[in-house]
């Protein structure tokens, strides 16, 4: 439960210490004294925004913490425990706000964003605003309640996650299939195009070879009258060759082959080159032996490289990149085959999520189901004590018209009254008066509240528009709440404020130069004359104190 809150520097608020109690705290004070204030600047602790203006004016930052008990709490010590937050002490939230607009959120002394204040804040603390008839009014709203009365809303959020992963697997598989026809044509052609490389089965160095092989035999004739010409002019030509002018050279020499230094060099190079010159010769009288001026295989040569040319231009590309583009088709079909893998894949998660689906949503519409009737009549009772005699509450839970898993669930829901005997049941929202709406909220309000995990339950003027005998009964459950927690009730009734366990009282303290707001906690008979003065004005008489002091009485008995 709330233990303690501390504000500095918030709106009209200078400085505020607040020692909070269990059961029902009263919170009352004049029109403008603040009583908002307080569980405003506790909201920014929750996790609500704010700006710069809710700072004191000469201020530089207003500072606001707020410290919990977690003892009973266990969801909120599991909670900090996940994120290593935990400590053996209260559990402290903090807010920050700068005069310059920029806020800094903390729990138990560690900076954190504001979405981890507002979760944890929902643990620990439930707030009904005096404005919360208006959410009410919204179809969300009634099947968050409910879901809360029945206790299933984990369930209720097992059943949202899923039909998120069943429209997620859904958009997937229609964006693989929206492209299927695509890829089918596609697959069509890249199959066609790896079938024509197959078939021409272009070996690695192929190319490089045909193209010189090509060009010797289409230069058959130049080329052998080139190496017989070369033969004559080293052996066979009479006129003088140049391995006998290599003989006779070496002859002429070899009489001075004792001879040292340069000329024995020479005559060893003579007789080097000799010897390759016949080597040469023997390789050219080869070539010339085995050299094949076939005409077929040269015919079958230029339609091979036909066949290479042909397909190479049909992809655009040089014919020496053919091999790459080979490997780059065949990369890019098993891709599409992947994808028609992906389709079969997500065809089949897409049935496993939407019997996942269909299992926990019949499994929450059945709690929905139980719980609505429970609710209804409870609701209903609420409204014949808050002086709607003869008032009817119903649920209506109706099959959702769309077949595809929606995150709500297999129905919809909404609150339906009958705020007078005899009147047909409608929408809560079509409920004409403002004060039927504001006691069949606060009907709804006590009864939802009653089965709240949150320990502390806050209620700003949710009196608003009640009175008389129907203010007393509103106390009356309230302090009744009070009894198994914690409620910190704003109010202007007497009947509600005389039904409280601990009294508050906010008022401003005017100075010459400034105005501040101030809370004091009321002893018996301080509390007897606020109430008298709630009841009759600012001077109190005999009356009305005495009036006070039976109201305080009767509530204590």
Not at 33 to 52: E, H, N, Q, T
Request: proline share 4%; glycine share 8%; charged share 25%.
């Amino acid at each position: 439960m709330l233990v303690h809150l501390s504000v500095h520097n918030y709106a009209i608020v200078e400085h505020l210490d607040l020692e909070l109690d269990a059961g029902m705290s009263v919170i009352s004070g004049e029109t403008g004294a603040g009583k908002s204030i307080m569980l405003d600047a506790l909201g920014l602790c929750l996790g609500d925004r704010a700006d710069s203006g809710v700072v004191r004016p000469g201020a530089d930052k207003a500072d606001i913490l707020a410290s919990f008990d977690i003892t009973d709490i266990p969801e909120a010590r599991a909670w900090l425990a996940e994120r290593d937050l935990d400590n053996d002490g209260p559990c402290i939230l903090r807010r920050v706000i700068t005069a310059e607009g920029r806020s800094r959120g903390y729990i138990n002394g560690s900076p954190c964003p504001q979405g981890d204040l507002k979760a944890l804040g929902e643990l620990l603390i439930d707030i009904h605003s005096q404005h919360e008839h208006q959410s009410l009014l919204k179809p969300d709203t009634h099947r968050r309640l409910l879901d809360e009365y029945a206790g299933s809303q984990e369930l209720a959020r097992q059943v949202q996650l899923a039909a998120q992963r069943w429209k997620q697997t859904r958009s997937e598989l229609e964006r693989v299939s929206s492209i299927g026809d695509e890829q089918r044509a596609r697959h069509q052609l890249l199959s066609y195009q790896l079938e024509e490389l197959d078939n021409l089965a272009l070996g690695e160095d192929e190319l490089q070879q045909l193209e010189q092989e090509h060009k010797n035999l289409t230069n058959a004739e130049s080329l052998l009258s080139a190496c017989r010409l070369v033969l004559d002019q080293c052996s066979e030509s009479d006129a003088g060759n140049v391995l006998s002018a290599l003989t006779n050279s070496l002859n002429r020499l070899s009489a001075f082959q004792g001879q040292p230094g340069a000329l024995s060099e020479a005559i060893n190079l003579l007789a080097s080159a000799q010897i390759q010159v016949e080597e040469a010769m023997g390789e050219l009288n080869r070539f010339i032996d085995h050299f094949d001026a076939d005409p077929e295989r040269l015919q079958q040569m230029e339609e091979r490289l036909d066949a290479i040319y042909t397909l190479a231009r049909k992809h655009r590309i040089q014919p020496s990149e053919l091999g790459a583009m080979q490997q780059q088709l065949f990369d890019e079909l098993e891709s599409l085959n992947a994808d028609d893998q992906a389709a079969e894949r997500l065809s089949e998660e897409l049935d496993a999520y939407g019997r996942h689906y269909q299992d926990k949503a019949s499994e929450l519409s059945t709690l929905r189901g139980q719980a609505a009737e429970r609710l209804a009549a409870a609701v209903q009772q609420e409204m014949q004590l808050l002086g709607m005699p003869g008032g009817r509450f119903s649920i209506e839970l109706r099959a959702n018209p769309n077949p595809e898993p929606q995150p709500n669930g297999l129905e919809q829901l909404e609150f339906l009254v009958s705020a007078n005997p005899g009147q047909p049941l409608k929408p809560l929202a079509k409920v004409a008066s403002g004060g039927e709406l504001s006691r069949i909220s606060l009907a709804i309000q006590v009864i939802t509240a009653q089965t709240s995990r949150v320990p502390t339950l806050v209620f700003d003027e949710v009196d608003v528009g009640i009175g008389g005998p129907t203010a007393e009964v509103v106390g009356q459950l309230l302090r009744r709440l009070g009894e198994r927690g914690q409620v910190l009730t704003v109010t202007h009734l007497p009947q509600v404020a005389a039904q409280g366990h601990q009294h508050l009282f906010v008022h401003k303290i005017r100075e010459q130069d400034s105005t501040r707001t101030a809370v004091s906690k009321l002893e018996t008979a301080q509390r007897v004359e606020e109430i008298a003065r709630m009841l009759g004005g600012v001077d109190l008489t005999e009356e009305s104190l005495a009036h006070a002091r039976k109201m305080v009485s009767s509530a204590q008995a």
